[in-house]
């Protein structure tokens, strides 16, 4: 205790308080710091500071934080002995967010938007207009933004504007505070000018969580800025089923790419109440395969055997990549009516049967095996596929479950079949792929691996960056849109070390960010292009030949 009598230290206190001598008091108090007294004796000093009045105690809580206090608890007893005194003393806290020095100001701040003390407005922005210190101008609009007052909007306004990013994040998010209609518009008016900007801005916006907050938030999902789109997207996942009935709604007239971004948004949610309309869009069959892929990977993320038997036409696609979409979604939706469905498909033994049975077997969607392997057809069509065509990572899946469900005799008679067999050709080049969506995972596996490759992939982005910056493969292939980290922001973490040269990427997506049209011309934008860090772009769906092409103008075999 520094010598200090604790007894003697807290009576002199009281005697203080009592006469009224601030003076007296502030020179007792200098010995409250961490050096002169135990914990024990700074709570008993808050205890009887509490029970003096305002004007003698306010000057005393200022005077304390000047002092060295390290402990937590104090340090909170102290600003809760703040609002205590603050509470029903307008005119004092004024006069501290005004006249006093920094660290007392901060606390005295805070308690003016805590407590809400409205008439504290003025003051607030004036150390708004006045103040040069980023934390008092972080501090005060803080405040502000609680007081919710709506011609605050304007002062917040020009904040947001400021170069310092923490009074820019402060002022946005006081702006959300505000909860009308005209904080939502003005946070959209903030989108474009930077990405750091506009991901505070979508933030805000989602924490508003109005209905008018949450269709501008949905409908930024079309935005042609990519960050834009992807932050909205985040958003929209973590308010969860909340967010279920705008971005249903929004179905109606939704161009191809918003369509996508709202049901692939829904499919990361997985509310059940997202089933129907879903469905809808699978039995409408809409003529972009992207649509159809994007609907049949939501109904992989959200199961529902009762809806199931409405998949099976997925496995009839003309694209592949719409193929291994439904074939895991069916392999997640099993019933009674799905497997009597697809019972019939495999048993045509069309080629709509072969392409049906590949995507099963490509996408491992392993347990509808267990309920076909007694069709005669199927046997037939899962042979030479997985001998002739299927990649070896594939077919050992395949050739595991086979044996897991007792068929170890059919394994062994495709085992003998198997053409090729041995080690893909082009060991030397590495090519590392990722994707949030499994299913194209395995799809991009099965052509790289039929093209002579052996793929490392990934459907974690920040899985990825570690192991691209360290083994420096010869091609990446990515996604664009994908949670947590983009596309772009993947490309971004590569470029700060290799250059386009080093480390090429080829970026695959739906999206039209990098599309131009001229004189009814599509082309990709090159200067964009460039700028983003992607070496080439190729667009969903694709054909093997397109590929292929692809692949080749970075590696040559």
Same mark, same amino acid.
């Given at each position: 205790?520094?010598? %200090?009598?604790?007894?003697?230290?807290?009576?002199? +206190?009281?005697?203080?308080?009592?006469?009224?001598?601030?003076?007296?008091?502030?020179?007792?108090?200098?010995?409250?710091?961490?050096?002169?007294?135990?914990?024990?004796?700074?709570?008993?000093?808050?205890?009887?500071?509490?029970?003096?009045?305002?004007?003698?105690?306010?000057?005393?809580?200022?005077?304390?934080?000047?002092? /060295?206090?390290?402990?937590?608890?104090?340090?909170?007893?102290?600003?809760?002995?703040?609002?205590?005194?603050?509470?029903?003393?307008?005119?004092?806290?004024?006069?501290? %967010?005004?006249?006093?020095?920094?660290?007392?100001?901060?606390?005295?701040?805070?308690?003016?938007?805590?407590?809400?003390?409205?008439?504290?407005?003025?003051?607030?922005?004036?150390?708004?207009? &006045? $103040?040069?210190?980023?934390?008092?101008?972080?501090?005060?609009? #803080?405040?502000?933004?609680? +007081?919710?007052?709506?011609?605050?909007?304007?002062?917040? =306004?020009?904040? @947001?504007?400021?170069?310092?990013?923490?009074?820019?994040?402060?002022?946005?998010?006081?702006?959300?505070?505000?909860?009308?209609?005209?904080?939502?518009?003005?946070?959209?008016?903030?989108?474009?000018?930077?990405?750091? *900007?506009?991901?505070?801005?979508?933030?805000?916006?989602?924490?508003?969580?109005?209905?008018? @907050?949450?269709?501008?938030?949905?409908?930024?999902?079309?935005?042609?800025?990519?960050?834009?789109?992807?932050?909205? %997207?985040?958003?929209?996942?973590?308010?969860?089923?909340?967010?279920?009935?705008?971005?249903?709604?929004?179905?109606?007239?939704?161009?191809?790419?918003?369509?996508?971004?709202?049901?692939?948004?829904?499919?990361?949610?997985?509310?059940?109440?997202?089933?129907?309309?879903?469905?809808?869009?699978?039995? !409408?069959?809409?003529?972009?395969?992207?649509?159809?892929?994007?609907?049949?990977?939501?109904?992989?993320?959200?199961?529902?055997?009762?809806?199931?038997?409405?998949?099976?036409?997925?496995?009839?696609?003309?694209?592949?990549?719409?193929?291994? $979409? @439904?074939?895991?979604?069916?392999?997640?939706?099993?019933?009674?009516?799905?497997?009597?469905?697809?019972?019939?498909?495999?048993?045509?033994? $069309? /080629?709509?049967?072969?392409?049906?049975?590949?995507?099963?077997?490509?996408?491992?969607?392993?347990?509808?095996?267990?309920?076909?392997?007694?069709?005669?057809?199927?046997? /037939?069509?899962?042979? #030479?596929?997985?001998?002739?065509?299927?990649?070896?990572? !594939?077919?050992?899946?395949?050739?595991?479950?086979?044996?897991?469900?007792?068929?170890?005799?059919?394994?062994? *008679?495709?085992?003998?079949?198997?053409?090729?067999?041995? &080690?893909?050709?082009?060991?030397?080049?590495?090519?590392?792929?990722?994707?949030?969506?499994?299913?194209?995972?395995? +799809?991009?596996?099965?052509?790289?691996?039929?093209?002579?490759?052996?793929?490392?992939?990934?459907?974690?982005?920040?899985?990825?960056?570690?192991?691209?910056?360290?083994?420096?493969?010869? +091609?990446?292939?990515?996604?664009?849109?994908?949670?947590?980290?983009?596309?772009?922001?993947?490309?971004? /973490? %590569?470029?700060?070390?290799? =250059?386009?040269?080093?480390?090429?990427?080829?970026?695959?997506? !739906?999206?039209?960010?990098?599309?131009?049209?001229?004189?009814?011309?599509?082309?990709?934008?090159? !200067?964009?292009? *460039?700028?983003?860090?992607?070496?080439?772009?190729?667009?969903?769906?694709?054909?093997?030949?397109?590929?292929?092409?692809?692949?080749? $103008?970075?590696?040559?075999?």
């Amino acid at each position: 205790m520094g010598g %200090i009598n604790a007894k003697e230290f807290i009576d002199e +206190l009281i005697f203080c308080l009592k006469e009224e001598d601030v003076i007296k008091a502030k020179a007792l108090l200098q010995f409250a710091s961490d050096s002169d007294v135990d914990a024990d004796i700074q709570r008993k000093a808050l205890v009887e500071l509490a029970k003096g009045p305002e004007n003698i105690v306010f000057p005393l809580l200022e005077y304390l934080t000047k002092i /060295e206090i390290s402990n937590p608890k104090i340090q909170d007893a102290l600003y809760e002995l703040i609002l205590d005194k603050a509470y029903g003393n307008t005119d004092l806290v004024i006069k501290y %967010i005004t006249e006093n020095e920094k660290k007392a100001r901060l606390l005295f701040l805070k308690a003016a938007g805590e407590l809400l003390l409205k008439d504290t407005a003025p003051a607030l922005k004036k150390n708004i207009v &006045e $103040s040069k210190d980023a934390d008092i101008l972080i501090a005060a609009i #803080t405040a502000l933004g609680k +007081l919710r007052f709506l011609d605050s909007l304007p002062i917040f =306004s020009e904040m @947001a504007n400021q170069p310092d990013k923490s009074v820019r994040q402060a002022a946005i998010s006081a702006i959300s505070e505000q909860g009308s209609n005209a904080a939502v518009d003005q946070l959209i008016g903030f989108i474009g000018k930077d990405e750091e *900007t506009n991901k505070l801005a979508v933030e805000a916006m989602s924490e508003m969580q109005d209905l008018y @907050a949450l269709d501008k938030l949905t409908a930024l999902l079309t935005s042609p800025i990519t960050n834009v789109r992807d932050t909205a %997207i985040d958003q929209l996942m973590k308010l969860g089923n909340k967010a279920t009935p705008i971005l249903t709604k929004a179905f109606q007239n939704a161009d191809a790419d918003y369509l996508v971004h709202l049901v692939t948004t829904l499919g990361y949610i997985g509310d059940p109440a997202a089933i129907t309309p879903i469905l809808d869009i699978i039995n !409408t069959q809409p003529a972009d395969a992207n649509i159809r892929q994007a609907a049949y990977e939501a109904m992989e993320r959200i199961p529902s055997p009762k809806t199931a038997i409405s998949l099976v036409q997925g496995l009839q696609d003309p694209v592949e990549s719409v193929r291994m $979409s @439904a074939a895991r979604a069916i392999d997640r939706n099993l019933s009674k009516a799905l497997v009597a469905g697809l019972k019939n498909v495999v048993r045509e033994g $069309s /080629e709509d049967s072969k392409n049906a049975v590949a995507a099963l077997i490509d996408s491992e969607a392993s347990n509808i095996f267990n309920f076909l392997v007694e069709e005669e057809s199927f046997l /037939e069509i899962a042979k #030479t596929h997985v001998a002739v065509k299927a990649d070896p990572s !594939t077919r050992k899946a395949f050739l595991k479950q086979m044996g897991i469900i007792g068929r170890k005799e059919f394994a062994e *008679t495709i085992e003998k079949a198997v053409v090729g067999k041995g &080690e893909p050709e082009n060991k030397v080049n590495q090519i590392f792929v990722v994707d949030d969506s499994k299913m194209m995972l395995k +799809l991009y596996q099965n052509k790289l691996t039929a093209l002579g490759f052996t793929p490392v992939t990934f459907d974690r982005p920040e899985d990825a960056i570690p192991q691209i910056l360290q083994k420096k493969p010869n +091609l990446v292939i990515t996604d664009l849109n994908m949670p947590n980290i983009s596309g772009l922001e993947l490309t971004r /973490e %590569i470029r700060k070390k290799f =250059s386009r040269q080093e480390i090429p990427i080829l970026m695959i997506t !739906t999206q039209s960010d990098f599309v131009e049209e001229k004189d009814g011309d599509i082309k990709v934008n090159d !200067t964009v292009l *460039t700028k983003s860090g992607i070496n080439k772009i190729l667009h969903k769906p694709f054909t093997d030949d397109e590929f292929c092409k692809a692949i080749k $103008s970075f590696i040559k075999f």
